[in-house]
């Protein structure tokens, strides 16, 4: 491994929210909420199952990856490989709920495309991908082939950027609009004050002094 190296867990953390990943990779922080906890239970459930084999394909499940070109520098684990009787390989990634709004987030396809980058690396082919969401028990194929340029020039970005912050140190701001919600991070990233409190007292003090 070099320094430049990074994982595809660490991509879906950084377009989930940068300053969140950055409490995460840079400053160590972590903390768990019932969807982290849900996700991983269900993760666990797939990796688990070993994979089988059928007349129509084979299935491979938490299958370590990885890319090395410069330009990438990329390692993870997929959920699950399958390959068919014509020997072309699809990533299958799992997902808890569908989105309401679309088919899928902009944020899952970029994990898949960056395992697909792994994928095809390692085993020499140009594999598809698709979400399957547990909640609906319905799979969505993503359109990585066919928008590859795009999404290839968008990955390098978003690893020159996850790289140069790493070097420096530094932890990205909040982005304007951010949903921080359903965030596990969300008490270390913005802890409340209660009123009460010697350090919140302080804090009013020091607001309310004349200049």
Known sequence: MT???VSIRSIQHFLYCPHRWGLIE??????ENYYVTKS???HE????NGGYRSRAKT???AVSVYNDLPEYCLYGVTDCIEQNSSGEYSIVEYKPTQPKSSDYNYDDLMQVFAQKICVDYVFGCDCTGYLYYADVKKRIKLPLSEE????DKE?????????DNRNKGIIPPI??????????????????????SSIGKSIKELLEKPV
């Open 175 to 196: 982005r304007k609009g951010q949903k921080c919600s359903g965030c596990s991070m969300k008490d270390i990233c913005m802890p409340k004050l209660k009123k009460n």
């Open 148 to 151: 590859y340029e795009k999404y």
């Open 40 to 42: 991983d239970l269900m």
């Open 59 to 61: 299935v491979y499940t």
């Open 26 to 31: 840079i400053d160590r922080s972590w903390a």
């Open 3 to 5: 320094e430049n190296d």
């Open 155 to 163: 990955l390098r970005r978003i690893l020159a950027e996850i790289n």
């Open 45 to 48: 459930r797939v990796h688990d």
